[in-house]
């Protein structure tokens, strides 16, 4: 996630979905408050720098997800067709079975 997400909401709600906060701290960020993961990220990004807290904590793999989303949506728009959740899942996942295809075709 990016500087919008850091705050300890965010991180406290992470630590209960049992998720690793991976969330570029603010530039003006302080390590005496908020929860330890936030702290020592803080810390980390100042002792580093942010290009190896970058590589260290995975930063920069977010694009590949975002991407995907995005040719996703490009390809099939922003809203399904289907009405009910049952008929949702099933036009989602046709969908994403077409994406895959058409991806492992440059393979």
């Known amino acids: 996630m990016d500087g919008a997400y850091d705050s300890i909401k965010s991180y406290r709600l992470l630590r209960r979905m049992g998720e690793k906060p991976i969330i570029?701290?603010?530039?003006?960020?302080?390590?005496?408050?908020?929860p330890p993961e936030r702290r020592n990220s803080v810390m980390m990004l100042k002792t580093l720098g942010e290009k190896e807290w970058s590589k260290r904590?995975?930063?920069?793999?977010?694009?590949?997800?975002?991407?995907?989303?995005?040719?996703?949506k490009r390809l099939y728009g922003e809203y399904c067709m289907a009405k009910n959740m049952e008929t949702i899942?099933?036009?989602l996942t046709a969908k994403a079975y077409i994406y895959d295809m058409l991806i492992n075709l440059q393979n």
């Open 24 to 34: 570029k701290p603010r530039r003006n960020a302080r390590t005496d408050r908020g």
């Open 57 to 72: 904590m995975g930063y920069g793999r977010r694009w590949a997800a975002e991407t995907a989303f995005s040719t996703f």
């Open 89 to 91: 899942s099933k036009e």
